[in-house]
């Protein structure tokens, strides 16, 4: 007979104590620690997504800020370029205008210029007619018709706007008048013109030819 005492499984089962007993407060600490480290893990690598993406977005927007940048410098120097074509257009239109202007003004000068050696022949062939001879009907005749044929180039010209200086009397101005001698003189006022050699001549206002004149000075005391 043996007298090892048999095991009882009941022997081995835990007591209502032990089953009773409540958990160490450290013990599950330990636990939620433990099993916590994943979601902190989880929120790092959110965190760093986050980060990334920030980093993204902020380097997309700077780069969309520096091409609004230089699309507004383009913007600023072709409205400069455009501006300065239309200045530039419009002085040339507004010397093309100049031009055409004058053309129409002065384009009959080499002209006229030309005729004015006539009209001095004219002048001559009047004042060379002797006073004792005028009464003569021949030569009245004749005359008469180079007065005519003067005055009827005179009345051409000046439709051209062509005006004689025949300056007697009138201040010496230099603008228009060239002063071949200055003679003393008694009754006229120094510096005014008592005689014309040959007569000037403007078109439009522009000086053709200025008039030969003789101007007063005051005499010697």
């Known amino acids: 007979m043996n007298d090892k005492p048999s095991s009882d499984p009941l022997s081995e089962a835990p007591t ?9 407060p450290k013990a599950d600490a330990d636990n939620v620690a433990v ?25 997309a927007e700077t780069s969309l800020e520096a091409q609004l940048e230089a699309l507004s ?24 205008e100049r031009d055409v202007e004058k053309a129409h003004k002065f384009g009959l000068e080499k002209l006229i210029n030309g005729l004015l050696p006539v009209l001095d022949n004219f002048d001559r062939a009047i004042a060379a007619v002797p006073e004792a ?22 009345d051409v010209l000046k439709t051209f706007s062509v005006e004689v200086l025949e300056p007697y ?35 439009n206002g522009r000086l053709l030819r200025a008039a030969m004149v003789v101007v007063a000075k005051a005499e010697e005391a």
Request: overall charge negative.
């Open 16 to 24: 209502d104590q032990q089953a009773d007993e409540p958990v160490s």
């Open 73 to 96: 410098a383009q913007l600023s120097s072709a409205k400069d370029e455009q501006l300065r074509t239309q200045a530039e257009m419009q002085n040339l239109r507004r010397r093309a």
């Open 133 to 154: 001879s005028a009464d003569d009907e021949v030569v009245k005749s004749l005359l008469e018709g180079v007065e005519l044929t003067r005055k009827t180039a005179l």
């Open 169 to 203: 009397g009138e201040p010496f101005n230099p603008e228009f008048h060239q002063a071949m001698t200055m003679v003393p003189s008694p009754t006229a006022e120094p510096n005014s013109v008592i005689d014309v050699l040959q007569k000037g001549y403007t078109l």
């Open 35 to 59: 099993s916590g480290e994943p979601d902190e893990s989880l929120a790092k690598a959110r965190d760093n997504d986050d980060a990334g993406q920030f980093g993204s977005d902020s380097g």
